[in-house]
């Protein structure tokens, strides 16, 4: 497989293009489907396969801001944006972001940044999947139970029981209060909402992500965004941070664009698909996969951080299997699923 290897002037290492498809492309369809821009598993993937951390980071922004102009085209013709809200997390997702990302340059001088930055990633990525699997296993059966007669549209309608913080937040009166109709949210305080996109564009510049595996279940849990919405928004920000921490880790000079380049054309097709997988599965189910995706990342994560303690190179081989196998195998999954659930409305109409 030499034959397929690249040199990457930028990063200063060898790299195989088939594998920056593959990831491109997986990246695209699971970024298309959760609304994330795909960074924690893009980041940990060229770590893991021999990128120093910096280097991935800006790598996989360049990634995230040329993979989603397609989902977010894809989601907006389905009515998935709430661009209200999309755009005031911009404003407050581009300073988190270069907070973030003058931090990582610190630590870069410092010391050993990557593992500071998979031990974060791994508390988030844990307690993340936590809450998300708490939601699916003690919530889900209650709202089933409740719903079993309606149609599969009404799964965007948000989950009171779920979503006693978002009620508490909106609750809060700090003027200005605003509303978000796309959302079904009649008031909440911008500072709250402001403040919560400003923690995850912190993290997006930090993690080297778009904040989606953090800002999605915020829009969910802490501002009560029903589940599509949630995803077809949080692809719009991811959009814009992707663009800025592109250009802000570019002119740092820590961008490998001819592998973000080969990325992107996997990531170009991943991502229609992912986006209009949406359209077949379920609220809750986007919910579950999204959880049990981010426990195999995470696990990848921790097996990668043990080989930097122990210096078991098996340890950083099965962190790479771990997560690239978890990449496909969700992908795959998500694809069968709409294949399925496209052929079952097929022979509905016919």
Same mark, same amino acid.
């Given at each position: 497989?030499?034959i397929f290897n690249?040199y990457?002037?930028?990063a200063g290492?060898?790299?195989?293009v088939?594998?920056? @498809?593959?990831?491109g492309?997986?990246? +695209?369809?699971?970024g298309?489907?959760f609304?994330?821009?795909g960074g924690w598993?893009v980041t940990?993937?060229?770590?893991?396969?021999?990128?120093?951390?910096?280097?991935?980071?800006?790598?996989?922004l360049?990634?995230?801001? +040329?993979?989603?102009?397609?989902?977010?085209?894809?989601?907006?013709?389905?009515?998935?944006?709430?661009?209200k *809200?999309?755009?005031?997390s911009?404003?407050a997702s581009?300073v +988190?972001?270069?907070l973030?990302s003058?931090?990582?340059l610190i630590l870069e001088?410092?010391g050993?940044?990557?593992?500071?930055?998979?031990w974060?990633?791994?508390?988030?990525?844990?307690?993340?999947s936590i809450?998300?699997?708490?939601?699916?296993?003690?919530?889900?059966?209650k709202?089933r139970?409740?719903?079993?007669?309606?149609?599969s549209?009404?799964?965007?309608?948000p989950?009171r029981?779920?979503n006693?913080?978002?009620e508490?937040?909106?609750?809060?009166n700090?003027?200005?209060?605003?509303?978000?109709?796309a959302?079904g949210?009649?008031?909440?305080?911008?500072w @709250?909402v402001l403040?919560?996109f *400003?923690?995850?564009?912190?993290l997006?510049?930090?993690?080297?992500?778009?904040g989606g595996f953090i800002r999605m279940?915020?829009l969910?849990?802490?501002?009560g965004?029903p589940?599509?919405i949630?995803?077809?928004?949080?692809?719009?920000?991811?959009l814009?941070?992707g663009?800025y921490?592109?250009?802000?880790?570019?002119i740092?000079?820590?961008?490998e664009?001819i592998?973000?380049f080969?990325?992107l054309i996997g990531?170009?097709?991943?991502?229609?698909?992912?986006?209009?997988?949406?359209k077949?599965i379920k609220g809750y189910? @986007?919910?579950l996969?999204?959880?049990i995706?981010?426990?195999c990342?995470?696990?990848? @994560?921790a097996l990668?951080?043990?080989?930097k303690?122990?210096?078991?190179?098996v340890?950083s081989?099965?962190?790479?299997?771990?997560?690239?196998g978890t990449?496909?195998?969700?992908t795959?999954i998500?694809?069968?699923?709409?294949?399925?659930?496209?052929k079952?409305e097929?022979?509905l109409?016919l």
């Open positions: 497989m030499d690249i990457l002037p930028v290492i060898e790299f195989n088939l594998l920056l @498809i593959l990831i492309f997986c990246v +695209g369809v699971l298309g489907f609304g994330v821009g598993i940990p993937a060229l770590n893991i396969f021999g990128f120093h951390m910096a280097y991935a980071i800006g790598t996989d360049s990634n995230i801001f +040329g993979q989603s102009i397609g989902a977010v085209k894809k989601h907006h013709k389905m009515g998935n944006i709430d661009w *809200l999309g755009f005031i911009i404003i581009v +988190g972001l270069e973030g003058q931090v990582i001088k410092a050993d940044v990557g593992s500071i930055v998979r974060c990633y791994l508390f988030l990525m844990f307690g993340l809450l998300m699997f708490y939601d699916y296993f003690k919530l889900n059966p709202k139970g409740k719903n079993k007669n309606k149609s549209n009404e799964q965007s309608e989950i029981a779920k006693t913080i978002a508490r937040l909106h609750k809060i700090l003027p200005p209060m605003i509303s978000f109709p959302s949210i009649k008031s909440v305080s911008l @709250i403040f919560i *400003l923690i995850t564009g912190f997006s510049g930090f993690l080297g992500v778009g279940p915020a969910v849990y802490l501002i965004v589940t599509v949630a995803v077809g928004t949080d692809l719009m920000s991811v814009f941070s663009a921490g592109c250009f802000t880790y570019g740092k000079g820590r961008v664009l592998a973000a080969f990325m990531a170009s097709i991943g991502a229609q698909i992912g986006a209009t997988a949406v077949y189910g @986007i919910r996969l999204f959880a995706m981010i426990v990342a995470g696990f990848s @994560i990668e951080q043990a080989y303690i122990t210096n078991l190179q340890l081989t099965i962190a790479g299997i771990v997560l690239m990449a496909v195998s969700m795959l998500i694809i069968f699923s709409l294949v399925s659930e496209f079952k097929r022979k109409r």
